[in-house]
């Protein structure tokens, strides 16, 4: 039995799991609640750019925090989908993201 075989194997055995579904659902609730929060902020402060932005450090660094924070919780509300082509977005995105979302807050 090669490696892989024996990471599918666990893999499938853990999907069967009633407490690891659990936390798959509470886990994707609690994204897509994040999101609708994080998206608001993106959309009020997009909508109101010239008043509440424009010229404001700090809040366009909210600004970017927030649209990372959105995009993250996008990728976490996609779930833990199986090996494939969502699994590889899922991956690039969180990755992508939250290495921006540190680099900006370490930043200050």
């Known amino acids: 039995m090669s490696?892989?075989?024996?990471y599918i194997e666990a893999t499938n055995s853990l999907k069967n799991d009633p407490t690891i579904k659990t936390i798959e659902i509470f886990t994707i609730i609690?994204?897509?609640?994040s999101m609708m929060f994080s998206?608001?902020?993106?959309?009020i402060l997009l909508y109101k750019y010239k008043q509440l932005v424009m010229g404001k450090t700090l809040?366009?660094?909210l600004l970017i925090i927030s649209?990372?924070?959105t995009i993250l919780s996008f990728s976490y509300a996609l779930g833990y989908p199986s090996l494939g082509n969502i699994c590889k977005l899922q991956v690039m995105i969180s990755t992508y993201y939250?290495?921006?979302y540190i680099l900006l807050i370490s930043h200050q």
């Open 30 to 33: 609690i994204s897509v609640i």
């Open 3 to 6: 490696t892989d075989d024996y």
């Open 39 to 43: 998206g608001s902020v993106v959309f």
């Open 59 to 61: 809040i366009h660094i």
């Open 67 to 69: 649209i990372c924070d």
């Open 98 to 100: 939250y290495f921006y």
